[in-house]
């Protein structure tokens, strides 16, 4: 199962491109990503605990500068504190990497907090964000790669036809039916491209369920699975019915995008590094 849903192309796009200066920048060593950093992922944390820690973190230490800059010691006060109280987390929930943090920053930060230092915490803050800048460069894309992009090795894909197979299977069948209307409208074989088409569709149906496991939203669905499915197949039912194979041709270009690509667009590289580096 797979356990966290990338934002359309960003995600796939932001993993390679932190791969590839990750890659530039040293050899990778895969060792170095903890292993108690996992517990604090979907599935083994019920919550995105350590996602969420980033984010509060982020937020935090924003406001912290910005009311720093305004000279806001009130509200200074609160959001250093809150900062201060997650940063600490960080260490708690992942020991290996004490040494990733900066705690005399820290401390200087609420010291001048509390002092009224505003110079002093924008000093204090600019060494935190140093610190998070070289952590996130050493894990995070594998951090990524390896808790949230997709994993779809272990799901099972149940057929209409009341067959099963599983998530690769599925793909490669579905590339099969998809090559053969177009290789029997180039032989003008039309019953048969007719026939590759339902099978393409009705294998199509066999992966609502599984996708809807994680695509629980409405849109997404309908997007997916819902009327825009047998609206894309349209024309290219249309082409298949009038022996018209140009058309044809451009339908199923347009089909193999807006069915097939726009998925793999999203899942399919993050899931192939995944496999290679987390095999």
């Known amino acids: 199962m797979w356990w966290n849903r990338p934002q359309p192309i960003?995600?796939?796009?932001?993993?390679?491109?932190?791969?590839a200066s990750t890659l530039a920048a040293a050899p990778l060593d895969l060792e170095r990503l903890p292993p108690a950093l996992g517990q604090w992922y979907k599935p083994q944390s019920e919550r995105q605990v350590w996602l969420h820690t980033m984010f509060a973190l982020r937020r935090e230490l924003q406001a912290v500068e910005a009311y720093a800059a305004e000279g806001d010691a009130q509200r200074l006060s609160k959001w250093s504190e809150?900062?201060?109280d997650h940063y600490r987390s960080i260490t708690e929930m992942v020991p290996q990497w004490q040494a990733e943090t900066d705690p005399q920053a820290l401390e200087r930060l609420e010291q001048r907090a509390r002092n009224g230092d505003f110079e002093g915490v924008l000093q204090a803050a600019d060494a935190l964000q140093r610190s998070c800048r070289g952590c996130h460069h050493d894990y995070q894309a594998l951090a990524a790669l390896r808790y949230r992009s997709p994993d779809f090795s272990r799901l099972r894909i149940q057929h209409p036809a009341g067959t099963e197979s599983d998530y690769a299977g599925a793909m490669q069948q579905l590339s099969e039916s998809l090559n053969r209307i177009k290789i029997a409208a180039e032989d003008g074989l039309w019953g048969r491209s007719e026939r590759a088409l339902n099978e393409f569709q009705t294998r199509l149906q066999g992966l609502e369920a599984t996708c809807a496991a994680c695509h629980r939203d409405h849109h997404p669905q309908q997007r997916i699975f819902g009327a825009s499915?047998?609206?894309t197949l349209a024309p290219l039912r249309e082409g298949i019915g009038k022996r018209d194979r140009p058309r044809l041709n451009r339908s199923l270009g347009s089909a193999a995008v807006e069915i097939c690509a726009r998925c793999h667009g999203v899942h399919r590289n993050p899931t192939a590094l995944r496999h290679k580096l987390f095999p």
Do not use: N
């Open 82 to 84: 809150k900062f201060a």
């Open 229 to 231: 499915i047998p609206h």
């Open 10 to 19: 960003g995600l796939a796009a932001a993993l390679l491109a932190a791969w």
